[in-house]
Structures are given as C-alpha cells and as structure tokens.
C-alpha cells in the first residue's frame, strides 16, 4: 500500500504547512482571524483532494502503476507488474453484472427454444442481496 502510504504523508504535510503558515499570518500580521482560516481551509480541500484524486482512477495501491493490462475478477484487479490484488472499481463491477446479465440472458434465451411444453418459463435465478 505504498501509494496509500505516500499520499497519507504528502496529505499529513499539506495540513501542517497550511496550518503553519495561516498561523505564521495571523501572528505576524493584523489581519483578521477568520478570512485567514477561510482561505487556509479552502486551500486543504483543493491540495488533499488532488493529492487523493489518483485514487479513485485505476491504479495500483502498491506500486501506483495503471491497471489497464490487470486482469480483472469480482474480487479485483492483478496488477501486471507488482501482483498486488486491488479493490475493484465501480465501473468494473458494474461491467461483471452487465457481463453476467448478459450470460443469464442468452442461457434463458437458449433453454426457452429447448424447453418442453411444461417447462418453466424462465430460468433465470432469483438475486440474493
Ligand atoms: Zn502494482
């Protein structure tokens, strides 16, 4: 979890140089307090969140490489270069499901040009959870 570590230090960082310099403004000038703290908040927001923003693409919580050749499950993606399992994204998730209603659907497609008169009409499972 390298990249997790290392946007964890950068983010801890960001937060004690913006803390320290709105601390260094206000002791050092007459400004006032909260148009201060305004700006050294909206200025954490902006740096944390593009520290974190590479997290939410495809990329390798170990080594930080892309995902694209990972060969993916519902358990996750294989990085190619580390082997480090990683959560699957959304999208790929959302991928499986169309893959296995798709599955579902042309084996219920199947069974209904092979069923007998007296077969069930559908043989497609009820999903659980
Ligand atoms: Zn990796």
Redesign the pocket.
């Known amino acids: 979890m390298k990249l997790l570590e290392t946007a964890r230090t950068r983010a801890l960082w960001i937060v004690v140089g913006v803390a320290a310099t709105a601390l260094g403004v206000l002791a050092w000038t007459t400004l006032p307090a909260w148009p201060v703290v305004g700006v050294a908040v909206a200025t954490l927001v902006v740096a944390v969140n593009t520290v974190t923003s590479r997290l939410a693409k495809d990329t ?6 892309s ?1 694209k050749d990972a060969t993916w499950s519902e358990h996750g993606g294989i ?6 399992i ?1 959560p699957p994204t959304h999208a790929h998730l959302a991928k499986l499901d169309a893959a296995r209603a798709r599955e579902l659907l042309e084996a219920n497609r199947q069974a209904s040009t092979n069923a007998r008169p007296d077969a069930p009409a559908s043989n497609v499972p009820d999903r659980q959870a």
Do not use: D, E, F, P
């Open positions: 390798c919580l170990a080594c930080g490489k995902l990085c190619s270069h580390c082997h480090q990683n």
